[in-house]
Each structure stands twice: as C-alpha cells, then as structure tokens.
C-alpha cells in the first residue's frame, strides 16, 4: 500500500458541538485540516447541558491537551446513590481497571466544555471555523464530497475528502440529505431541568437518584453536583407538565424548597425537555461519518449522550487519518460503522430498559418494578434490578472486523454495575503508568509519542507533553500507556517473545508502529497485573487504546496478519450507497 506523505485532504466537520470540536482537534492532532462548519452566528453558552463527563472521555480529551482542564475545573463525584421514598437501597463506587490519573466522573457545564475545546482549536491554524454555514446539499462521488452551504454572503461550496456529521439532535437536514432513517421512539413525560445555585453540605461528591420521593410521588428525581455550588436537579413531570404556570402560582418554588428546605437559592437555568431513542441506520454514507447525536439519541440516564459521541469522534478520526495518509485502505471506514452502531444499539438497549423502569410501559413491568424498589432493601438480590441508569462505559469491540479473537479471553458478555470488563481483545486497554528503564526503551516511547515528519507521519504531540492552553502542567506524573497507544498501532510484548517476530512483522506493517518491552516499561508489573498479560504474549494496541489482538507465542505470519487486521485488512467492501447528484 503506497503512503501519502503530502499533506491529505481536508475533512469537513459538520457541527461545532462538543462531538464535532472533539473530531477536529483529533484530526488536526493527526495532521490533518479541517474545516469545522455551523449555522449557528456563534457559541451559545446556555444552561448545562451534557454535565457529566466519563474517566475515559477524559483522557481522549487529554490527548488533544484538554481532559485535565475539565477535570480541574469540575466537580469530581465517585459515589452513586439510589433512594426509595424516604430511605436508602444502596450505594457503589465506580471502578478503574487501571490507575487512571481522572477521577471516574467530573460534571461541569457543557457551556464550559465547549470554551475549553474552543481555547484548543484557536490554537491550531489547521482548523478552519466557519460560523453561519448552513449545510443545504452534500454531493459526492469516489474522491471528494462537496458540501453547499448558505451563508449571510451568499452561497459556498465546500469541497473536502471527507466529511463527519455532528449536526446534533436536530441534524434532521442533514440525515436527509443522506438518505438515512432515524426510527425509535419518544417518551410521553417530561423532565424539568433547574440549576440552582445553594450550599448544600454533604451533597458535593455524589449523585443522588430518588425514585417516588415525597415531593415528587410516583415519579423520579435526580440530582447532579456541579461546580461552584450549583446543582442540576431532573424532575420527571407528566406530559402536561406547564413550567409558566408553575412559576407564576408559586409551585416551582415549593417544588425546589421540597428538596433542599429553607436555604436561599438562586435559579441559573431551567428548561423542560422529552427523551428519544433514535438510531440511524448507517453510520457511514460513502464519504461521510456520521456521530453524536445526529446518529444516535438517548435518555441522558447513565450520561451515556456526550460520552458516547466523543467515542464516535475519536473512532472516526484515526481511521480517517489512516485512510487519508494511504496507511489502509477506504474500507477502514465501514469499520466506523461496524464499531459505532454496535456501541450506539448497546446504549439504546441499556437506557431504553432504564426508561422502562423509571416510566413503565406495561401492568407487568409496573408490578416488578414495585416488587423491586420494595424488596431491595432488606434483599440485596433485587438491588440489580433498581435500574436509575447504568453508567457511561466504554463499548467493547469484541465482534468488530478489526479485532483478532482470543479464545483463552472470550467476551463475558456486558459486566455488572459497578464493575468493568477483563482486559482482552476489543476492550480499551487499562490506563496505567508506564516507566522507560533504558535509553532504548525510552526511545521507543518517545517515537511513539512523537512520529518522524521526515516519514510522512503526522506529529503526535499528546495535551500531557504541551501542557494546557494556559501554561498549567499536566496532572499526571510520568508517561501512561494510553498516551503512547494513541500515536499509531502499538506492540506490547512479553519477554519470552522472539524478537525477530516483532521486528518482522512490525516492518511489513503500514503507519507508525512500535514495538515496546513490556518488562522494560513496566518495572513494577502493574500494567502486567492489569492486563493479566503472560510472559510469551503480544498485545497489539490500536491508535484509540483499544485491544486489536492478543497472541500468545505468534510466529511473523500471525502477528503480522493481526496488525493487518486491525487496519482493516481482509474486510468485505459494504456498497457503497453514495449519493451523487449531477452538477
């Protein structure tokens, strides 16, 4: 495969959300240009929105130099609380499979998210932000797609190798334009969202999930811990719920003070909304990547919305930049799909069955739900089944076309609450310190952190070598597997592996790889301990820190067809169902 090592073609990223700053600062990390397009005049910083942000998203936005900010400035909260009526059923804390230097989950704003992505992208001449850009018409063909757009100046064609759709949860011009359906369905209650602003003591470090409180009978309430002694609170409501009239005649009021009593408060946002569970049926259209919200919608129990379209983008990124630099071949994309949709149905599933508790579709799951709230407890068997949301996790890619199965560490299938998967193939490796102990290890790493422009590789600086946009250091102490991992495709291997394996295999394979002792970086074995890693293995670590393979003793022919495999190698082209107008 020949190797482009010109600068590649623009990507188009349709949407300046959250999901789409966090796609162009991957792409422009990988090198690549990027024209960031949005209707909109300007950032409208209204209400908190997305709060809560996962451990994992966390260090996917510190790869571009951000995911510490969020966390230092946001509220860390590690313990999940669930409440029947006027007593406790039960309370877990949230797993790390590692040692991550990120808390499990940080709620800011997502007003404040997007200021930070914003400092990052201004410092990047790569990114071309184009406000009042409204997308009317995407054509493509096999080379290019051109994406017209209406602007106060009058029309513009936008003409890129590529495109990704972040256009949000109203991004219905764009799915047509696309020819895509986005089936599923709406809740019939509402949720009123206030943000006050109170001194609560006590309440700082935790979520607190109420179901039928006494001042909210037969429905749900949740509340969020957010910065500067804000809280978020969700009241379910019924679907003629009127938030004017409840102003007016003195109820929102009652409503609040039922929660936090005589204290002063003051009301920063407020809002009524309905939850969807929609998905699109392709996450691919020929030259076009589909992500967020505009591909798929969820109930925000479980946080499993903003989280899951950042997977989306980070998926997308180095799979386009792959393609565009000739590292693998267009298929690659139909892997996005693949992997993306999968991840997308997972959560459909999960916050459809918790919706199904909190609003009860039927007689029989409203008898269980009361028999489960009601035994819970005194009977700790039934805890699982008190659903108020299963929490943002990564997917695991298991039955992806790029991962190479391993029958000694087959998929349990999705874990408990509170607990996380094994590491293995398809899952994202463990976040743990890793510490060079020679001069040719310490090379290795710092190839893998930064590839050689004289390659043709793009540089790869990670947020933990340029520090924030402010000057701060980063919070972490050392260099950590993920970072390294995120700079192409990775071989870990133990020290009863042949060394002419890696280093043939590795030099059949396409990009930057590196090959890296798994004693030598890890002196005190607890990256050894967390992966479960034998001592004859190789662990073949894709560029967004998932597992492609793990091979126990491979000859060349066996590792060097897995690094193939994971770039795409050997996968079925889809039609391609591209769209293409005449001009």
Not at 167 to 177: Q, Y
Not at 289 to 314: K, Q
Not at 319 to 340: C, F, I, M, N, P
Request: charged share 25%.
């Amino acid at each position: 495969m020949s190797t482009n090592t010109d600068r590649p073609a623009a990507v188009a990223v349709l949407g300046n959300g959250p999901v789409g700053q966090t796609a162009a600062l991957l792409l422009a990390r990988w090198g690549v240009p990027v024209i960031l397009l949005d209707d909109r005049p300007h950032r409208d910083p209204i209400g908190s929105k997305a709060i809560c942000q996962q451990r994992d998203v966390l260090d996917i936005w510190e790869s571009v130099g951000v995911g510490h900010r969020v966390a230092r400035e946001g509220l860390t909260w590690t313990t999940a609380r669930t409440f029947y009526r006027d007593h406790e059923l039960f309370a877990y804390s949230l797993p790390d499979p590692g040692r991550s230097v990120f808390p499990p989950f940080v709620n800011i704003s997502q007003a404040r998210t997007e200021s930070l992505l914003d400092e990052r992208i201004r410092a990047h001449e790569s990114i071309d932000v184009r406000w009042e850009h409204r997308v009317v018409a995407i054509d493509q063909n096999d080379e290019r797609v051109r994406i017209a757009c209406e602007t106060p100046g009058g029309s513009v064609d936008v003409a890129v190798g590529y495109a990704v759709a972040c256009a949000g949860a109203r991004g219905e011009d764009i799915r047509g334009m696309l020819g895509l359906s986005f089936d599923g369905h709406s809740f019939d209650d509402r949720f009123l969202i206030c943000d006050i602003r109170a001194e609560l003591p006590g309440w700082a470090d935790e979520r607190r999930f109420y179901f039928d409180p006494e001042w909210n009978p037969g429905r749900q309430v949740l509340i969020h811990p957010c910065p500067e002694s804000t809280f978020r609170i969700d009241w379910q409501v019924p679907a003629d719920y009127d938030l004017a009239a409840e102003e007016q005649d003195g109820g929102l009021d009652a409503r609040i003070r039922a929660i936090i009593g005589d204290r002063s408060y003051e009301i920063v946002w407020k809002s009524v909304y309905r939850f969807h569970s929609r998905v699109v049926d392709r996450m691919r259209v020929g030259r076009v990547l589909i992500a967020g919200d505009c591909a798929h919608l969820v109930s925000p129990f479980g946080a499993r919305g903003l989280n899951s379209g950042v997977a989306d983008a980070e998926n997308a990124a180095w799979k386009l930049a792959y393609v565009l630099y000739g590292w693998a071949g267009d298929v690659l994309l139909d892997s996005y799909h693949d992997e993306r949709h999968a991840a997308a149905l997972e959560n459909l599933e999960v916050t459809t069955a918790t919706m199904d508790f909190l609003v009860p579709q039927t007689e029989d799951q409203r008898r269980r739900r009361l028999v489960a709230l009601g035994r819970a407890d005194a009977d700790p068997s039934y805890r699982a089944r008190v659903d108020s949301g299963r929490l943002a996790e990564p997917f695991w890619y298991v039955d992806s076309p790029l991962t190479t199965l391993d029958p000694a560490r087959l998929f349990g299938g999705r874990p408990a609450r509170g607990s996380s998967v094994p590491a293995g193939p398809g899952i994202l490796v463990p976040d743990v310190p890793i510490a060079p102990v020679s001069e040719s290890a310490l090379a290795a790493v710092r190839d893998a952190q930064c590839a050689m422009m004289s390659d043709g590789w793009p540089a790869l600086v990670s947020g933990a070598e340029r520090g924030s946009a402010s000057g701060a250091p980063y919070t972490g102490t050392g260099m950590r597997l993920r970072a390294v991992a995120r700079s192409g495709l990775l071989i870990l291997a133990g020290p009863k592996v042949d060394p002419v394996v890696l280093e043939q295999a590795a030099g059949a394979a396409a990009g930057p790889v590196r090959v890296v002792d798994l004693a030598e970086i890890d002196p005190g074995g607890t990256l050894t301990h967390a992966l479960g890693a034998g001592a004859g293995e190789v662990w073949v670590i894709r560029p967004d820190a998932h597992v492609a393979a793990v091979l126990d003793q491979p000859d060349t022919a066996r590792l060097a067809a897995a690094l193939r495999r994971a770039l795409g190698a050997g996968m079925v082209e889809a039609s391609k169902e591209v769209r293409f107008r005449e001009e």
